[in-house]
């Protein structure tokens, strides 16, 4: 599941299709075209027309050569998508420069490509393509042809909006660069952590579902069985004539008929076994933490009433989702533990509740208020990378656990047993991380009578 998150991750640079920017470009040519159209007649504003027509010329080019080099599904690497939008801020930039420099209304527009990198690529080439921006801009406030009537007046602003446009320009290139990119790796993120939980959740309920691979055998065999029967019906009473052969036929019948039998008894069991439904609260725990019970800490069991809770222990429902992320707050608790693990049950008139609960170093108060989203750092020391190494962190784990938990419509809360700036002489035993989940009865609870009653076994 990790091998496939970080494949996804490392795949977002390649989200960008090459036809997506060419699109974007004809937007921009039009756009160009159509300003400087107006600029020209209806303004009599005097510049270089053909110098900007071919400067919108060459972007034009740009984008044929893409439609007729590449197909339509072509996705842009890292460098391409970099240096496709440098391309278009310096095309852009070079317009601009022939049109007044910063005088030119149309100067913020040299924000988007930097806007799109930040969105699209990874921290490095947006900063590449944010720096070029920057660098072109102190270029337009130095370098440029004037916006002049054709009567011969200039159009210019004073020198201190020019300079504040240039500062305004600058600034909003750092502050869209990171909103975006924060942003945007945020969805990613999050993107990625979905999917896992998906994988999860989808390879707990395969084991779950076990029990109705029979039930669709039997369906599935239902149709052929029915066919062997009705042809070998027809052949016993062709074969009356010849007994030997018409007994052979009745067999195959008979079998046929055993068959049925069978796959609709295996059916039966496969879609009315109780146990996949429901099971004792402590028996959910057990199977749960199983995986981990033998990887050298010792892990604690106890459930017991609450207030207006009854003596004897309920039932629950076995979801897939639950006992996955059950197994991910013991895995994660056993990780972190220096030797004992407790898990915890209690039920009570209104709720059940369950804690997971380590001795050991319980989480950072620095990252106490985010545990639960995903790509979280860890919590381990400097002394936990040396002894271990190969432990990555603990975000997606707990993400998938919240998540999980959250669709069975539990709450789920992080706390530490202690503070974690107290010397370990004054440590309880139950010092470290503690995870409660809490139930509503009515969404864990299984109906009374869940298991059923005792069946004979068929002969």
Same mark, same amino acid.
């Given at each position: 599941m990790?091998?496939?998150v970080?494949?996804?991750?490392?795949?977002h640079?390649?989200?960008?299709?090459l036809?997506?920017l060419?699109?974007?470009?004809?937007?921009?040519?039009?756009g160009q075209?159509v300003?400087?159209?107006v600029?020209?007649?209806f303004? #009599?504003?005097?510049?270089?027309?053909?110098?900007?027509?071919?400067?919108?010329?060459a972007?034009v080019?740009? !984008?044929?050569?893409?439609m007729?080099?590449?197909?339509? !599904?072509?996705?842009l690497?890292?460098v391409?998508?970099?240096?496709?939008l440098?391309?278009d801020?310096?095309?852009?930039?070079?317009l601009?420069a022939v049109?007044g420099? &910063?005088?030119?209304?149309?100067?913020?527009?040299?924000?988007?490509?930097t806007?799109?990198a930040?969105t699209?690529?990874?921290t $490095?080439?947006?900063?590449?393509?944010?720096?070029?921006?920057?660098?072109?801009?102190?270029?337009?406030?130095?370098?440029?042809?004037?916006?002049?009537?054709?009567?011969?007046? @200039?159009i210019?602003?004073?020198q201190?909006?020019?300079?504040g446009?240039?500062l305004?320009?600058?600034?909003?290139?750092?502050?869209?660069?990171v909103?975006a990119?924060?942003?945007?790796?945020e969805i990613?993120s999050?993107?990625?952590?979905?999917?896992a @939980?998906?994988?999860?959740?989808?390879r707990?309920?395969?084991?779950?579902?076990l029990g109705?691979?029979?039930?669709?055998?039997?369906?599935? =065999?239902g149709?052929?069985?029915?066919?062997?029967k &009705?042809v070998?019906?027809?052949?016993?009473?062709?074969?009356?004539?010849?007994?030997?052969?018409r007994? #052979?036929?009745?067999l195959?019948?008979?079998?046929?008929?055993r068959c049925?039998?069978? =796959?609709?008894?295996?059916g039966?069991?496969?879609?009315?076994?109780?146990h =996949?439904r429901?099971?004792p609260l402590?028996?959910?725990?057990?199977?749960?933490?199983e995986?981990?019970?033998d $990887?050298?800490? @010792?892990?604690?069991?106890d459930a017991?009433p +609450?207030? +207006?809770?009854?003596?004897?222990?309920?039932?629950v429902?076995r979801?897939?989702?639950?006992?996955h992320?059950? $197994?991910?707050?013991?895995?994660?608790?056993?990780d972190?533990?220096?030797?004992?693990?407790?898990?915890e049950?209690?039920?009570?008139?209104d709720?059940?509740t369950?804690?997971?609960?380590?001795?050991g170093?319980?989480?950072p108060?620095?990252? =106490?208020? $985010?545990?639960? #989203?995903?790509?979280l750092?860890?919590?381990k020391?400097e002394?936990?990378?040396? @002894?271990?190494?190969?432990?990555e +962190?603990?975000?997606?784990?707990l993400?998938?656990?919240?998540?999980?938990l959250?669709?069975?419509?539990?709450?789920i809360?992080f706390?530490n047993?202690?503070?974690?700036?107290?010397p370990?002489s004054?440590?309880?035993?139950?010092?470290?991380?503690v995870?409660?989940?809490i139930w509503?009865?009515a969404?864990?609870l299984?109906?009374?009578?869940?298991?059923?009653?005792?069946?004979p076994?068929?002969?």
């Amino acid at each position: 599941m990790t091998a496939t998150v970080h494949s996804s991750r490392e795949s977002h640079s390649e989200w960008v299709r090459l036809r997506t920017l060419v699109n974007l470009r004809w937007i921009a040519v039009t756009g160009q075209i159509v300003a400087i159209g107006v600029a020209w007649w209806f303004f #009599d504003i005097n510049f270089d027309l053909p110098l900007c027509l071919l400067i919108i010329g060459a972007t034009v080019v740009a !984008n044929l050569l893409g439609m007729l080099q590449f197909p339509e !599904n072509r996705r842009l690497s890292e460098v391409e998508a970099m240096l496709t939008l440098v391309f278009d801020t310096a095309q852009l930039a070079l317009l601009l420069a022939v049109t007044g420099g &910063l005088d030119n209304p149309f100067v913020p527009l040299i924000l988007a490509p930097t806007t799109i990198a930040a969105t699209a690529l990874h921290t $490095r080439p947006t900063i590449i393509v944010g720096g070029v921006t920057i660098v072109l801009v102190s270029l337009l406030a130095i370098f440029n042809e004037p916006l002049v009537l054709r009567d011969g007046t @200039t159009i210019a602003v004073p020198q201190i909006y020019e300079f504040g446009l240039w500062l305004a320009i600058v600034i909003s290139i750092f502050f869209l660069g990171v909103y975006a990119r924060l942003v945007s790796s945020e969805i990613h993120s999050m993107g990625d952590a979905l999917f896992a @939980t998906q994988l999860a959740l989808s390879r707990e309920q395969k084991l779950t579902d076990l029990g109705g691979v029979v039930a669709a055998a039997a369906h599935e =065999l239902g149709t052929p069985l029915a066919t062997i029967k &009705l042809v070998s019906s027809e052949l016993a009473d062709e074969l009356d004539e010849r007994p030997e052969l018409r007994e #052979d036929a009745l067999l195959i019948r008979d079998q046929a008929d055993r068959c049925r039998d069978i =796959l609709r008894s295996m059916g039966r069991a496969g879609k009315e076994d109780k146990h =996949l439904r429901g099971a004792p609260l402590l028996a959910v725990l057990r199977e749960a933490a199983e995986p981990h019970v033998d $990887r050298g800490k @010792t892990i604690l069991f106890d459930a017991s009433p +609450g207030p +207006g809770g009854s003596e004897r222990q309920p039932s629950v429902l076995r979801f897939p989702e639950v006992i996955h992320a059950l $197994r991910n707050l013991v895995q994660n608790a056993v990780d972190f533990a220096y030797a004992t693990v407790w898990v915890e049950a209690e039920w009570g008139a209104d709720s059940v509740t369950v804690r997971v609960i380590d001795d050991g170093p319980g989480y950072p108060p620095s990252v =106490l208020g $985010r545990i639960g #989203d995903p790509f979280l750092s860890s919590r381990k020391s400097e002394a936990d990378r040396i @002894t271990r190494p190969e432990y990555e +962190g603990m975000g997606l784990g707990l993400f998938i656990a919240k998540t999980l938990l959250e669709r069975t419509g539990a709450t789920i809360s992080f706390a530490n047993g202690t503070a974690p700036m107290l010397p370990d002489s004054e440590h309880p035993a139950r010092s470290g991380a503690v995870v409660e989940v809490i139930w509503p009865v009515a969404r864990i609870l299984a109906p009374e009578g869940a298991l059923g009653e005792n069946q004979p076994l068929a002969r």
